[in-house]
């Protein structure tokens, strides 16, 4: 049994696209996490165990193996959780498999099935739509995501939450595009860079006291 499913990493402001790819065979029941994942990634082997008993599904007693594609990219953080549990599910057939090739997701998950949220989720967003998915990602991140949002980000609060809408039995309503302010003169302006406060801040700083800025 086999299941592939659409994910990003992070780098810096990219969003590299990873595939994570779930196996079920016999043997003796083990889960193992392939791809150059790092701790918080190995780690997600126990969050994903208990967040899908806590949501009332099955965790195969399988040999699962995890791999997280392209093998070469280094993967870091619980934003995997998400993806790698929907593999488990539609690799033991609890949801259907192919309505996964349409989506991206993102999200780490709590012991109880909660979608916690992620940083740096706009890039995510813009990759995610130049591929021709939707994206699923934590509902914590929804405001985020508006700045960039073209009705195709669709926030969950739940691992259920994104079952239901994938079962098609409960669908996420989009979150609804930013709509610019029209009294801002067009041309220019700092309002038009979305996200990066830090880099923000230090213009806005420099150029309220007149200082000079060196950009590497």
């Known amino acids: 049994m086999f299941a592939v499913v659409h994910?990003?990493?992070s780098i810096g402001v990219s969003a590299p696209s990873v595939t994570v790819e779930v196996h079920l065979s016999g043997g003796l029941p083990a889960l193992s996490i392939v791809g150059l994942p790092e701790t918080g990634v190995r780690e997600s082997r126990e969050r994903v165990r208990s967040a899908l008993l806590n949501a009332g599904f099955d965790f195969p007693?399988?040999?699962i193996t995890i791999n997280l594609a392209p093998a070469d990219l280094p993967k870091e953080g619980g934003r995997f959780d998400l993806p790698i549990a929907l593999g488990i599910l539609a690799a033991s057939g609890?949801?259907?498999a192919e309505n996964l090739a349409q989506y991206e997701c993102l999200g780490e998950l709590s012991l109880d099935g909660a979608l916690r949220p992620l940083k740096g989720i706009l890039p995510a967003v813009l990759?995610?739509?130049m591929e021709?998915?939707?994206l699923l990602i934590p509902q914590a991140n929804a405001a985020e995501?508006?700045?960039a949002s073209h009705d195709d980000v669709l926030p969950a609060g739940h691992l259920l939450t994104v079952c239901e809408h994938?079962?098609?039995r409960a669908r996420i309503s989009p979150v609804p595009a930013m709509i610019p302010d029209e009294r801002v003169m067009p041309g220019p302006d700092l309002s038009d860079v979305r996200g990066q406060s830090v880099p923000r801040r230090a213009l806005e700083i420099a150029a309220a006291g007149g200082h000079n800025l060196l950009t590497m």
């Open 7 to 9: 994910t990003r990493a």
């Open 61 to 63: 007693a399988r040999r």
């Open 94 to 96: 609890q949801i259907p």
């Open 127 to 129: 990759a995610a739509r």
């Open 132 to 134: 021709g998915r939707q």
């Open 145 to 147: 995501a508006a700045l």
């Open 166 to 168: 994938l079962c098609e």
